[in-house]
Nanobody, 124 residues
Framework: QVKLVESGGGLVQAGGSLRLSCAGS????????MGWFRQAPGQEREFVAA???????YYADSVKGRFTISRDNAKNSVYLQMNILKPEDTAVYYC??????????????????WGQGTQVTVSS
């Protein structure tokens, strides 16, 4: 069983930055693939970024060059550094985990564990 808890969301002006954190539990956390998804009101949950246990990273086109995913296995944590934020980045951001990196990281059903989400609001 893996439990995920996100933090770091908040209100920021366009062009600003935020860093989201996701703390995980479980002895095999370091071997898990980790991901970030987001869901805006009235929209489906969408892929943002993922990182394998080998630290291979994957990004949605909409965030490439602005967001960076990283992990610290010693702290059982994964992070999402978000720079040059835009109003369209406003959403609830969710942390996800899977024992193996999904073949298609963008599919939500490929991920086994989810956090409760943290709200990110970007004002224009």
């Amino acid at each position: 069983q893996v439990k995920l808890v996100e933090s770091g969301g908040g209100l920021v002006q366009a062009g600003g930055s935020l860093r989201l954190s996701c703390a995980g539990s479980g002895r095999t956390f370091s071997l898990f693939a980790m991901g970030w998804f987001r869901q805006a009101p009235g929209q489906e949950r969408e892929f943002v970024a993922a990182i394998s246990w080998r630290r291979n990273m994957y990004y949605a086109d909409s965030v490439k060059g602005r967001f960076t995913i990283s992990r610290d296995n010693a702290k059982n944590s994964v992070y999402l550094q978000m720079n040059i934020l835009k109003p369209e980045d406003t959403a609830v951001y969710y942390c996800a985990a899977a024992p193996r990196l999904p073949i298609v990281v963008e599919i939500t059903t490929s991920w086994d564990y989810w956090g409760q989400g943290t709200q990110v609001t970007v004002s224009s």
